[in-house]
């Protein structure tokens, strides 16, 4: 959770990073154009990994601006403090990052023509990353001890609400042809497979050599070098360098080297009450 955390409609958010006028601006204020892409996820559910992805395809397989411009300029958080400006002088089509959960998106969204291309992760798998990141983000309580972060975020007390609220939230939106879900695990088994079907929905029509260039440029391994997308940039302060970093593993599968077999029980009993009625097979269940 959050050190210095507030309630929003209900969700928690950081007084380090968002504001209700920032919140006011995301929700209401924010006018979105038809052109627009927005890149939702619940936190740490590949977020940035899909910021390469899509600015790699907007600029048809060149990665000078992945190499030169920060990742959270080329597609900024539209919800925290300060971004105003910076999103409205963004280049089109616009990339906007968002974990927002749907009941508190733009408004202005929903009367557009524009997209969302909604990133999920094996609920286990997040809450690990999110479990490490807690440890190196100052923004963060330090956490506890693993049991108790669970079940912070089996309850919702976490930064951006509760992953189940998001899903079920989001995926109301499943048929809709404004909306493309996808999985990380699906990115990392079929990267390339995964291009041309964000591709086909975004209407690009990008060569084999563009798509692989997306492919090799956004792959973990190049982006944990590239310091415009592996967060060295931030200041230490913020983000303790010395602790770990944001490319941290890369995987799926992770949580079975920190979930006892009770946790993992647990888990899968509150799981399964939690999404009994989202009638879609999450890719990571097959
Ligand atoms: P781990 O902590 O499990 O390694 P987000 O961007 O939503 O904060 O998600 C961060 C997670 O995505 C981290 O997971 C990070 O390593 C992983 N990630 C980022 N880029 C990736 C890539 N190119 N390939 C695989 N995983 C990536």
């Not at 979105?32 to 939702?40: E, K, S």
């Amino acid at each position: 959770m959050a050190k210095e955390s507030f309630l929003y409609k209900g969700t928690h958010f950081s007084v380090n990073v968002h504001s209700e006028a920032s919140l006011n601006y995301a929700e209401n204020e924010f006018v979105a154009f038809d052109d627009d892409i927005f890149n939702v996820t619940y936190p740490k559910s590949g977020t940035n990994w899909m910021i390469e992805i899509l600015s790699l395809i907007k600029s048809k397989g060149d990665p000078s601006l992945n190499n030169s411009v920060p990742i959270f300029d080329r597609a900024p958080w539209f919800e925290i403090v300060d971004v105003k400006e910076k999103v409205e002088s963004l280049s089109r089509p616009r990339i906007i990052s968002s974990h927002l959960p749907h009941h508190i998106f733009a408004k202005s969204f929903f009367k557009s023509k524009a997209k969302i291309i909604y990133t999920m992760r094996n609920p286990k798998d997040v809450l690990v990353s999110n479990f490490h990141f807690a440890k190196v983000l100052s923004i963060f309580e330090e956490p506890k001890g693993f049991q108790e972060h669970m079940e912070n975020f089996v309850s919702g007390n976490a930064l951006y609400g509760s992953w189940f609220d998001h899903i079920n939230g989001w995926l109301q939106m499943k048929d809709d042809s404004r909306f493309f879900y996808i999985t990380y695990e699906e990115l990392l088994l079929d990267l390339r497979g995964c291009v041309k079907r964000i591709c086909k929905f975004l209407g690009q029509e990008l060569d084999d050599e563009a798509i692989d260039s997306v492919v090799k440029n956004s792959s973990f391994k190049v982006m944990k070098e590239n310091k415009m997308s592996n967060w060295t940039t931030v200041p230490s302060e913020i983000f303790d360098h010395a602790k770990g970093s944001f490319l941290r593993k890369g995987v799926s599968g992770d949580w079975k080297n920190q979930f006892t077999v009770a946790q993992n029980e647990y888990f899968d009993a509150v799981y399964q009450e939690k999404i009994k009625d989202l009638n879609v097979k999450l890719f990571w269940e097959e």
